[in-house]
């Protein structure tokens, strides 16, 4: 299995820009989600989606941030417009929800994307 | 709700000696619970989890974890420290017959000295 894949894996962009973050979860995979982390923060959870339905998007900071889940194989994450505070890694993950045996959910991570808005 | 405390920021040991973890939890279900690890600029990657099954479960790289629900502890141990062991360690709970309700601690970090 490929596992998460993430891209860009890194990104310098100018302030005012669009940034897209885009995530392919593993296959069969019916739980995506989308965390930042920072070191002043750590790790947020910023959305998550269970069969491509956004679930709890509480933790996306404001309104310059969007989520997307077309389908079961694709997601973005968008940030526009992109300001300096908005520098982090962000990670990807997902996991499948294993009826009945509840068998743990365990979230498989992508290697994150590291932006940097100057 | 659910939550967990990572009581330690930052834990350092010497090279070849025990390392401890502590993370405590709490869970109005029965919890799944997971010790992840994030070596300098990479993602994280699953150490160990537990699952209702047997309470000492153990992990990759020699990494093993107790559950104690009396004392609603999973704290992460190793019998000899290497180097390579030096990154953050994160204790994440997830309860049962919940949508993927995941919660990440804070976060420790440990320091190996040589």
């Known amino acids: 299995d490929a596992g998460v894949i993430q891209s860009p894996r890194h990104e310098v962009t100018e302030m005012g820009q669009e940034v897209t973050l885009r995530c392919k979860p593993i296959s069969g995979h019916n739980s995506l989600f989308w965390y930042r982390q920072t070191m002043m923060r750590g790790l947020e959870l910023l959305i998550y989606f269970n069969n491509n339905v956004p679930i709890d998007d509480s933790g996306m900071p404001e309104d310059r941030f969007s989520a997307k889940m077309p389908n079961a194989s694709f997601s973005t994450l968008k940030i526009q417009p992109s300001e300096p505070r908005d520098s982090a890694v962000y990670f990807c993950?997902?996991?499948?929800?294993?009826?009945?045996?509840?068998?743990?959910?365990?979230?498989?991570f992508g290697e994150g994307s590291w932006l940097t808005v100057v | 709700a659910q939550s967990v405390t990572q009581l330690d920021s930052h834990v350092s040991v010497s090279e070849g000696t025990p390392v401890l973890l502590r993370c405590n939890y709490s869970?109005?279900?029965?919890?799944?619970l997971f010790w992840y690890v994030q070596h300098p600029n990479k993602g994280l990657q699953l150490l160990l989890k537990y699952t209702s099954a047997a309470t000492l479960v153990k992990g990759i790289n020699g990494f093993e974890a107790e559950f104690k629900k009396s004392e609603t502890s999973f704290h992460l141990t190793k019998p000899s420290a290497h180097m390579s062991d030096a990154a953050e360690y994160f204790c994440?709970?997830?309860?049962?017959?919940?949508?993927?309700?995941?919660?990440f601690g804070k976060g420790t970090r440990l320091h190996i000295l040589p």
């Open positions: 994440v709970v997830s309860e049962m017959n919940r949508d993927d309700k995941i919660i």
């Open positions: 993950a997902s996991s499948s929800r294993d009826r009945p045996t509840f068998s743990g959910n365990t979230i498989y």
């Open positions: 869970s109005s279900y029965s919890p799944s």
